[in-house]
T-cell receptor, first 113, second 115 residues
Framework: AQSVSQHNHHVILSEAASLELGCNYSYGGTVNLFWYVQYPGQHLQLLLKYFSGDPLVKGIKGFEAEFIKSKFSFNLRKPSVQWSDTAEYFCAVKPIGSEKLVFGKGTKLTVNP | DTEVTQTPKHLVMGMTNKKSLKCEQHMGHRAMYWYKQKAKKPPELMFVYSYEKLSINESVPSRFSPECPNSSLLNLHLHALQPEDSALYLC??????????????FGPGTRLTVL
């Protein structure tokens, strides 16, 4: 069965620190990859997505992610976090041709001012 | 219009009540989804509709009954729920599920409390 692993349950950073959240998936075929963010009390929003092409994708709010096919990884990065980035971050994988979007368990990011 | 709307925002119901959750999108998407999300957990898929036909039921109890009246609307009918069904119910839509470019757009959810 497909699965998505997010390595960090809770990450605490100070403003201006750099961020990297890990995401690995287990699926041998072609996949679409996503990072969603859920700010406190708000709905899931798409941060960025990878379908094909350049493995380094840029999303909203200064976030980027790199797809490394050989490592089945899609890590999320941001060079300098802000207090407003405090949220829950979900990595998700969707095999091509499948109806199912498989989510990781999420990483809670707390940014202290 | 890139929104998925859901009503109501909050719902409190007793275990003997019958209620419905509604979801609407006007993006021309042909796949629509219901998810259940418990606090501090990822969304769990419940149902998928594709071209107005139910294509996935993730072994959801029959007290949850989905309905897709047309390509823009998705309902979730609730009857005889249990307190453990209290959760945030999310609706999502995508262009379709089979090809590339099938990003899912999520609604704000309905916060359901079962007493």
């Amino acid at each position: 069965a497909q699965s998505v692993s997010q390595h960090n349950h809770h990450v605490i950073l100070s403003e201006a620190a750099s961020l990297e959240l890990g995401c690995n998936y287990s699926y041998g075929g072609t996949v679409n990859l996503f990072w969603y963010v859920q700010y406190p009390g708000q709905h899931l929003q798409l941060l960025l997505k990878y379908f094909s092409g350049d493995p380094l994708v840029k999303g909203i709010k200064g976030f980027e992610a790199e797809f490394i096919k050989s490592k089945f990884s899609f890590n999320l990065r941001k060079p300098s976090v802000q207090w407003s980035d405090t949220a829950e971050y979900f990595c998700a994988v969707k095999p091509i041709g499948s109806e199912k979007l498989v989510f990781g368990k999420g990483t809670k990011l707390t940014v202290n001012p | 219009d890139t929104e998925v709307t859901q009503t109501p925002k909050h719902l409190v119901m007793g275990m003997t009540n019958k209620k419905s959750l509604k979801c609407e999108q006007h993006m021309g998407h042909r796949a629509m989804y219901w998810y259940k999300q418990k606090a501090k957990k990822p969304p769990e898929l419940m149902f998928v509709y594709s071209y107005e036909k139910l294509s996935i039921n993730e072994s959801v109890p029959s007290r949850f009954s989905p309905e897709c009246p047309n390509s823009s609307l998705l309902n979730l009918h609730l009857h005889a729920l249990q307190p453990e069904d209290s959760a945030l119910y999310l609706c999502a839509s995508s262009q379709d599920y089979s090809g590339r470019g099938d990003e899912q757009f999520f609604g704000p959810g309905t916060r359901l409390t079962v007493l």
